[in-house]
């Protein structure tokens, strides 16, 4: 029934800045862990972020202190702040929301396209 929507995708300039959201529909519980995914055409999906109920967060190497991930609980919307953006960070960006270990609390948005190019 939840529902997962991300926007802010599009082109930027390598060193460039974007900020992508994901909104969810009615009320996403602060014990859900929420997080952002990307895959690049060919490659496997990776983690690139994710925060827990408490605050804590979680990068993958290749974009610690360059991305940020917050949440908004009230607004029912994770946010990933992107900076310092490299062509590498070319991919499909999909919003994720869980409960840790209850496989069937598990919901995808459908993904934004960030293009890093010219």
């Known amino acids: 029934q939840v529902q997962l929507v991300e926007s802010g995708g599009g082109l930027v300039q390598p060193g460039g800045s974007l900020r992508l959201s994901c909104a969810a529909s009615?009320?996403?519980?602060?014990?859900?862990?929420m997080g952002w995914y990307r895959q690049a055409p060919g490659k496997q999906r990776e983690l690139v972020a994710d925060?827990?109920?408490?605050?804590?967060?979680n990068y993958a190497d290749s974009v610690k202190g360059r991305f940020t991930i917050s949440r908004d609980n009230a607004k029912n919307t994770v946010y990933l702040q992107m900076n310092s953006l490299k062509p590498e960070d070319t991919a499909v960006y999909y919003c994720?929301?869980?409960?840790?270990?209850?496989?069937?609390?598990?919901?995808w948005g459908k993904g934004t396209l960030v293009t890093v190019s010219s």
């Open positions: 994720n929301a869980n409960l840790p270990r209850i496989m069937s609390a598990n919901y």
């Open positions: 009615g009320s996403i519980p602060s014990i859900y862990t």
């Open positions: 925060i827990t109920s408490g605050g804590s967060t």
